[in-house]
């Protein structure tokens, strides 16, 4: 693996410093109590780095897929797991998209998933929009909020590289939020195939999740996908719970890269 490669996150550091810094220390000295909650001083960085130029910017990297993958894809209620800035709909098509529910726990991002989504057409004030501060883990509060009612499609757009237990939480959400015939989109950096650059994610890892809410780079979240297995309803043991899956790669994206993307479309039974 070139050097180059290796140290590139570096660059996306010290960019990530120059944007929030500042701003987080400024929310630190409102705000001395946050000096005893660190996992919030990372939230507020992150919401800072997203809010400079990151979010736009790595919205329009990963456009086109997100335009191969969503767009044709998703329909009805549709729950999208870490929405950001409410990116995602944008790509959602309105004649087949019926409900826009968004989980972001980064509560300093839910201006701009609301406004995402009144620009899209989906609004809080006739059920058509949710925002819900939970995470992709908190299965309850999601089939609560929705008053128990399953939802067609679960995109998961740079994610699962950030919640707790991700297997878990993808297993719980396809058995017990996802509609039967529902789709399971998702694009995510996961840990390369390769050892080299899979050595170097691993590497990398200890310092990004702290900076960065918790996003690691050495999770394998294509693998965890398709290799998910559910309890049987009759107690049988255990099952796959895709009727179809399908994997692929990012177009053009070079295997040494840090960040390397799959891209899934399942469907289940």
């Known amino acids: 693996m070139k050097a180059t490669a290796a140290v590139g996150l570096l ?37 800072k780095v997203w809010a400079g130029g990151f979010g736009d910017g790595v919205d329009e990297g990963g456009r086109s897929t997100k335009e191969h993958l969503i767009t044709p894809n998703a329909f009805g209620a549709v729950l999208d797991l870490g929405a950001g ?8 098509d309105h004649t087949k998209v019926s409900r826009y529910i968004a ?7 839910h201006s701009f998933i609301r406004e995402a989504a009144s620009e899209a057409g989906y609004h809080e004030s006739d059920g058509s929009f949710i925002l819900l501060s939970c995470g992709a883990e908190e299965t309850t509060k999601i089939l ?13 757009i740079l994610t699962l590289c950030s919640v707790p237990d991700p ?35 691993r590497f990398w890892t200890p310092i990004w999740v702290h900076a960065f809410d918790g996003c690691r780079l050495d999770r394998p979240t294509d693998i965890y996908c398709a290799d998910l297995k559910v309890e049987e309803d009759n107690g049988g043991g ?12 990012k177009v053009d994206e070079p295997e040494e890269h840090l960040f390397w993307h799959q891209v899934g479309k399942f469907v289940k039974d």
Request: charged residues 20%.
């Open 167 to 201: 297997e878990k939480t993808i297993r719980n959400l396809v058995r017990d939020v996802l509609k039967p015939g529902g789709l399971f989109l998702f694009y995510e950096h996961v840990l390369s195939h390769r050892s080299d650059v899979a050595w170097w994610q």
């Open 11 to 47: 660059t996306d550091i010290w960019a990530s410093i120059k944007i929030a810094l500042l701003p987080t220390l400024k929310e630190l000295v409102a705000r001395p109590s946050l000096f005893f909650t660190p996992s919030e001083i990372s939230r507020i960085f992150m919401a």
């Open 85 to 92: 800035h409410g990116h995602t709909v944008r790509y959602l």
């Open 103 to 109: 989980l972001e726990p980064n509560t300093n991002m």
């Open 238 to 249: 255990l099952r796959s719970p895709w009727r179809e899956q399908e994997l692929w790669n």
């Open 144 to 156: 609560a909020a929705l008053d128990s009612v399953q939802v067609d499609t679960v995109v998961s």
